[in-house]
């Protein structure tokens, strides 16, 4: 079944002239949810999927109202919010971390090329991790390009930021609380 988030507009005033309510004017806010697991998904550019799908998908893009599911358990990456089209991971170029977030070799950043496996590394090899500064810092300067790179189309602090936390020590825990960071239903949001 399909899960369609749609609302009617009816206006309570009735027309001056007939008196009939104006019961016509119906607006589609469009497919929020993913029409396979139904959970709402993030809202991505077109670019995003016209830089990560494979060449033999892009021209089957179609429409600019794209959304993102972080649902490790659905295999849809990308669905159109106004079309019946979407892109499930076989058709990205690259793997996504929410598809695979126990597969270590997975990126969980994309612009600078840090995985579980790089962050859980250092981790082990030094006690703490960096990864979270680096990243910042990388930021400012070559900069980040999110939304041709990483897969949901932002920023990858709030994953990054997860998975230290996951994998690191209780130093690292609490060093990665006091920055404000929080995972929210499987969306990563500051
Ligand atoms: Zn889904």
């Not at 005033?13 to 139904?38: L, V």
């Not at 993030?42 to 429409?63: F, H, M």
């Amino acid at each position: 079944m399909k899960n369609i988030e749609s609302s009617q507009v009816v206006s309570s005033e009735s027309c001056s002239c007939c008196g009939r309510s104006n019961k016509d004017s119906i607006t589609y806010k469009g497919m929020k949810n993913c029409p396979q697991c139904g959970r709402k998904g993030r809202k991505v550019k077109r670019l995003t999927l016209e830089s990560l799908l494979l060449p033999d998908r892009v021209s089957a893009i179609v429409g600019d109202s794209w959304r993102f599911c972080p649902n490790r358990d659905c295999k849809v990456v990308y669905y159109s919010e106004d079309l019946d089209k979407h892109f499930d991971v076989r058709h990205l170029r690259v793997r996504v971390h929410q598809k695979s977030p126990e597969d270590m070799e997975v990126p969980v950043c994309y612009c600078f090329d840090h995985s579980p496996k790089s962050i859980a590394d250092e981790i082990r090899e030094t006690g703490k991790s960096t990864v979270i500064n680096q990243i910042k810092s990388s930021m400012k300067n070559p900069g980040c390009h999110c939304e041709d790179a990483n897969p949901q189309g932002g920023c990858c602090l709030g994953n990054v930021t997860a998975v230290v936390k996951q994998i690191g020590c209780e130093e690292t825990r609490q060093a990665i609380d006091e920055t404000g960071y929080k995972v929210e239903n499987n969306e990563y949001e500051r």
